[in-house]
């Protein structure tokens, strides 16, 4: 009976940590044509997707600390309430404005779902093999979500309007919160400390400039005054956050935390892999719609060996990181991942789908055996009391990489593209239409659409030649930089991650088990 109701439990939280991951690259395979019916500009079309990871990954800290104080139980469902609210609003805003600000609150209500999903967990499950069994297939389900949110968009874009993906978001949240109000347990720790704001304020505030900078640092210029004061107010009010911290009594996070070699090898391991994994997505998603000329649910199904390759990797990984330690499945993961990155560096117009899908299993494969082992180490570091904000330190570094990833990414990949651009594209191009054409691939095709319209065939070949070539060498580039971030990832975790981490002992809760209703 106990066996059937951790089950039940397992099913719950880990259909809702899917639906929250699935909303982080879902709208990748919608960009082309909310370009087209918002009118959205290349910056617009990267807050969109950046909206929903920054204030997910500001606010987990704060959520998690009120699941552990307040119940998680409680946290979880606010937290899908307004996820579900602010996806049905999503689905209808006419504007790219509203559609950002509907990402955020999304971002915020899915702040209070991640950690909690994760600390229930590790206070049902509290035997090691249990808890790597849950989060395995936890972690399973947070890669496949990333990767098979452009599988589900664009399966939806293919039979309706782009505001469909947002609606079937809404109704899949409400219908998993009817299971989790009836099955899962409530647990939290009386003990944990009021909210620290100031902490909470700083830490948004700092990430939001950084991320700012490095989305508007390819319109601005890297070296224009804009980019660098938004990188130094930034990181000044990071360092502020950090002194906050260590000064207080009960601080939001125990930055002490991260002077452990071993913890910080773990999280750095989780965020770079999802820094290179959003970031990754974040191009191939356009270079099969545009490049290759998948239609939305052609190139949703072409990321399958992706998705299914995490989902395996994800469970193997963390049944291994029991049997033979975390450091070896972790190091093994990471270089298979920047193997497989460095591979897709090498992708042409040409390049058959049977080599894409060999790629696309080495980076699944690589991406699994590294993020479940990785977060089972972390947890396995912190009491069950503080799992809530053991789960949002966790989830706030894989957020805030998933975040950066796309900011750095296709911030580089952007300037990568203009500059060749603006050294290439002809001269007879001026106004608008030598602006769409150096903003992206998708305004420069456009334009060459409508110089063939025009009867100029040759120049629209011309033009479209010269876009999707700058377009490989930009997705060269942020390849490239995605695999040396997991390469250096990979040298971290093996000479800074233990072989097997450090457990807390604990009892499982009894009221992690008891009743479901709180």
Request: with cysteine; glycine share 10%; net charge positive.
């Amino acid at each position: 009976m106990r066996k059937n109701r951790e089950n039940v439990i397992l099913l719950a939280l880990v259909a809702t940590a899917y639906i929250v991951t699935v909303e982080i690259t879902i709208m990748n395979v919608a960009l082309p044509t909310l370009s087209r019916d918002l009118s959205a500009t290349t910056t617009e079309l990267q807050w969109v997707v950046d909206a929903y990871n920054l204030f997910l990954g500001a606010g987990v800290l704060a959520a998690g600390s009120l699941g552990d104080r307040q119940g998680r139980k409680g946290a979880l469902l606010i937290g899908m309430g307004i996820l579900a609210s602010a996806s049905l609003v999503g689905g209808y805003v006419d504007t790219s404005d509203g559609l950002i600000i509907a990402r955020a609150v999304m971002g915020l209500g899915s702040a209070f779902i991640l950690p909690t999903t994760l600390s229930i967990l590790a206070n049902v499950f509290t035997e090691r093999r249990a808890r790597a069994r849950a989060i395995g297939l936890w972690g399973a389900s947070t890669g496949l979500g990333v990767a098979s949110g452009p599988i589900v968009g664009g399966w939806l874009l293919g039979r309706y309007w782009w505001g469909s993906i947002f609606v079937f978001l809404a109704v899949s949240t409400a219908v998993v919160a009817i299971l989790v109000m009836f099955f899962v347990p409530t647990s939290r720790d009386p003990k944990t400390p009021p909210i620290d704001w100031r902490g909470l304020s700083l830490s948004s505030l700092g990430i939001g400039i950084l991320v700012l900078g490095i989305i508007e640092a390819p319109q601005w210029g890297w070296e224009a005054i804009p980019t660098i004061a938004c990188f130094a107010i930034g990181a000044l009010v990071v360092l502020m956050f950090i002194a906050v911290q260590r000064r207080i009594k009960d601080p939001m996070l125990d930055v002490s935390l991260f002077s452990d070699m071993r913890y910080t090898a773990a999280t750095s391991s989780v965020a770079i892999s999802f820094f290179a994994l959003n970031g990754f997505i974040f191009l191939i998603t356009q270079y099969m719609q545009l490049v290759k000329n998948y239609n939305p649910l052609s190139m949703g199904l072409r990321l399958l060996p992706l998705a299914f390759s995490i989902g395996v990797a994800s469970i193997v990984g963390a049944w291994l990181a029991v049997r033979i330690g975390n450091k070896v499945v972790v190091t093994l993961g990471l270089l298979l991942f920047a193997a497989g990155l460095a591979w897709a560096a090498l992708n042409t117009a040409g390049t058959p789908f049977s080599t894409m899908i060999a790629i696309e299993t080495a980076l699944g494969l690589g991406f699994g055996l590294t993020s479940s082992p990785a977060t089972e180490a972390i947890m396995g570091t912190v009491s069950k009391e503080k799992a809530g904000v053991g789960a949002a330190v966790t989830d706030a570094t894989r957020l805030c990489g998933a975040t950066l990833g796309v900011a750095v990414i296709g911030s580089m990949a952007s300037s990568l593209y203009y500059n060749r651009m603006n050294s290439t594209l002809s001269a007879e191009l001026h106004g608008s239409a030598a602006s769409d054409a150096t903003g992206s691939l998708g305004g420069a095709l456009k334009q060459a659409r409508s110089i063939s319209a025009g009867g100029d065939l040759e120049a629209a070949r011309q033009l479209s030649e010269t876009a999707t070539a700058a377009f490989l060498h930009s997705m060269k580039g942020g390849s490239l930089l995605a695999a040396g971030a997991v390469f250096v990832a990979a040298l971290i975790a093996w000479f800074l991650l233990p072989a097997r981490p450090r457990v807390h002992n604990s009892a499982p809760d009894p009221a992690a088990l008891g009743h479901a209703v709180e």
